[in-house]
């Protein structure tokens, strides 16, 4: 064996554990330490390193951070997350805030547009007439006392009810006499008033006529 | 015997992300002493190494989803980050002294107590192992990393090389010289040095 591979050997494991070498290795590495004083004096050495590393490792053994690392890290992870929770908290209830304005403003909005909707619906349907266009002059021809159009919707409002509140009516065909009209609010030509005529009648939900039509 | 999935590393870094404190104190404890030791170890500052703790589980505490479960245990990473702590520290004061002050008897805080039997083996034994931590301590850094790491924390190459990042033959040889400078700095030290080769 030659002193650089005995350097190498005795460097890479460790320090000549002999155990660690096989027979022949080690029996190879023990006469070279005899025959050279050098290497001898190395292996020696390295045993001394050990021996000293060993003590190092030792005394070092049982050291650990003192508890004021692990006081100082609880209180700052503490202050961490409780901030973290507080910007949380305030985060979520200023998007719930503005979530509930979006969504009552929505409601509102949608309300307000049903509302103009059933408005528009209403008006459109019922197509309501003023009393100012009933004939009062002896000369219009006969049963146009109401001028009315024959079209469904075409119904003249009584005197005293809303348009509003013939949404939910219902159609009635009666027989009356013409006078009965009278009785109604409405304009009659007192010549014909025991004439019996067929009237459309538009009753409300509480059992009232609301309007009256003249089908043909 | 297998940890129960609750107290596993990574689990208990997910609880802790979460702000739950035990499990954080849980894992600083499980993993405080290993860093602590070989931050000692290397720097022979015990101020540096407490400094080294605390920014470690810091950065843990701060940036807990840069932890990759795919690239190694929660412990590797933590070692990973302690060794740049270490690395920026030995840049930073690469002849730092240690300011710890020694104790009436020689001994410094971090020292902790070995058998003795009599007072001359004692200060025998102290007097050698202050001889081996100044040794070490003069090592260039990625030796004295080496030899840390395989001769005091007792790694195999393996582990040594995946902690350090580098391949198992850059180990191996870094530990190699580290040997020999540890050796010829030991003899240099001894009032009657012997002849020693420093490995080339």
């Known amino acids: 064996m030659k002193c650089e591979e005995f350097e190498a050997i005795s460097l890479e494991r460790g320090g000549l554990r002999m155990s660690d070498l096989d027979a022949s290795l080690r029996a190879a590495a023990a006469e070279h330490a005899a025959a050279c004083p050098d290497c001898a004096a190395l292996q020696e050495s390295w045993q001394e390193a050990r021996v000293a590393l060993q003590l190092l490792r030792e005394t070092t053994q049982g050291a650990q951070a003192p508890q004021r690392v692990e006081m100082r890290l609880r209180h700052e992870f503490g202050r961490r997350h409780r901030t973290a929770k507080a910007r949380f908290a305030a985060v979520f209830a200023a998007w719930t805030l503005a979530a509930a304005t979006v969504v009552i403003a929505g409601i509102s909005w949608w309300n307000w547009r049903l509302a103009q909707t059933s408005r528009e619906h209403v008006s459109a349907a019922n197509t309501v007439k003023t009393p100012t266009a009933v004939a009062t002059a002896a000369d219009t021809p006969e049963d146009a006392t109401l001028v009315a159009g024959n079209e469904f919707g075409d119904f003249t409002p009584l005197p005293g009810s809303l348009p509003q509140e013939m949404d939910d009516s219902a159609i009635v065909r009666v027989r009356m006499q013409r006078g009965a009209l009278g009785a109604l609010g409405l304009p009659v030509n007192e010549e014909r008033v025991s004439d019996w005529i067929q009237v459309d009648l538009l009753v409300g939900e509480d059992g009232l006529p609301k309007a009256v039509r003249l089908p043909q | ?200």
Request: charged share 30%.
């Open chain 2, 1 to 200: 015997m297998s940890i129960p999935e609750q107290d596993r590393d990574d689990v208990l870094l997910r609880r802790a992300a979460k702000g739950d404190e035990d499990s954080f104190t849980c894992l600083y404890r499980r993993h405080q002493a290993a860093l602590y030791r070989f931050a000692l170890r290397m720097t022979g500052n015990s101020w540096a190494a407490e400094e080294v703790v605390q920014d470690v589980f810091m950065t843990l505490m701060k940036e807990p989803k840069k932890y990759d479960a795919a690239r190694g245990p929660v412990g590797a990473y933590l070692f990973g980050i302690a060794r740049n702590r270490v690395m920026k520290h030995l840049e930073r004061l690469p002849r730092e002294l240690s300011l710890e002050e020694p104790n009436g008897d020689g001994t410094r805080a971090s020292d902790t107590a070995v058998s003795t039997f009599t007072p001359a083996h004692w200060a025998e034994q102290q007097e050698r192992t202050e001889r081996v931590r100044a040794a070490v301590l003069e090592l260039p850094a990625e030796f004295r990393e080496a030899v840390v790491l395989c001769e005091l924390e007792e790694l195999s190459y393996e582990e040594a090389a995946q902690l350090s990042g580098c391949p198992i033959g850059t180990i191996r040889s870094r530990l190699h010289r580290g040997r020999a400078l540890l050796m010829a700095k030991l003899e240099m030290l001894r009032d009657t040095p012997r002849r020693v080769r420093v490995a080339r």
